[in-house]
T-cell receptor, first 113, second 116 residues
Framework: GDSVTQMEGPVTLSEEAFLTINCTYTATGYPSLFWYVQYPGEGLQLLLKATKADDKGSNKGFEATYRKETTSFHLEKGSVQVSDSAVYFCALSWQGGSEKLVFGKGTKLTVNP | DTAVSQTPKYLVTQMGNDKSIKCEQNLGHDTMYWYKQDSKKFLKIMFSYNNKELIINETVPNRFSPKSPDKAHLNLHINSLELGDSAVYFC???????????????FGQGTRLTVV
């Protein structure tokens, strides 16, 4: 079935460092792709999304491009801040008849000052 | 004005007890979900309802029973709680229907259930 694979964490960076969190997917159809963020003690919030190939989602300095040829949706940010410390989840919308989000296992990011 | 609200936020209970978690959304969405997040942060869907109709039931033990009195509410009742039920349970909603695709889900703050 459809699935999402994220790079394993935890990831620890210094403030202003460049961030990449890899995400690849397996899907039989044409899913939409999402990045969600979970700050400590909170629920998930949508960070960005892309609904078709070559779309770029962006928000709060984060970007991800929907690459159909490599089945990837890597998350990037040019300069991370301490406030970006959180768990990041890549997800796809499964379109196999019943709609649901399929999540990757999450990547914990810690940014040190 | 919270969009998706769950109560309680924390729940500590003994094995064998029965407990309920309530969820309400004020977004006017048609679809609501329950997700379980384990200790390793892995998220897995449990149930989804569309307009009070059960759409997804993902191999969840019969001890878990969702109930949707109306499309703004989706409650989760758990019978005979076990140690392995300890997790964070998230409610979510989306405007997603069979005709509206590619929309995201909005999540509640989560309910941390601890079974002792």
């Amino acid at each position: 079935g459809d699935s999402v694979t994220q790079m394993e964490g935890p990831v620890t960076l210094s403030e202003e460092a460049f961030l990449t969190i890899n995400c690849t997917y397996t899907a039989t159809g044409y899913p939409s792709l999402f990045w969600y963020v979970q700050y400590p003690g909170e629920g998930l919030q949508l960070l960005l999304k892309a609904t078709k190939a070559d779309d770029k989602g962006s928000n709060k300095g984060f970007e991800a491009t929907y690459r159909k040829e490599t089945t990837s949706f890597h998350l990037e940010k040019g300069s991370v801040q301490v406030s970006d410390s959180a768990v990041y989840f890549c997800a796809l919308s499964w379109q196999g008849g019943s709609e649901k989000l399929v999540f990757g296992k999450g990547t914990k990011l810690t940014v040190n000052p | 004005d919270t969009a998706v609200s769950q109560t309680p936020k924390y729940l500590v209970t003994q094995m064998g007890n029965d407990k309920s978690i309530k969820c309400e959304q004020n977004l006017g969405h048609d679809t609501m979900y329950w997700y379980k997040q384990d200790s390793k942060k892995f998220l897995k869907i449990m149930f989804s309802y569309n307009n009070k109709e059960l759409i997804i039931n993902e191999t969840v033990p019969n001890r878990f029973s969702p109930k949707s009195p109306d499309k703004a509410h989706l409650n989760l009742h758990i019978n005979s709680l076990e140690l392995g039920d300890s997790a964070v349970y998230f409610c979510a909603s989306s405007p997603r229907t069979y005709r509206v695709l590619n929309t995201e889900a909005f999540f509640g703050q989560g309910t941390r259930l601890t079974v002792v």
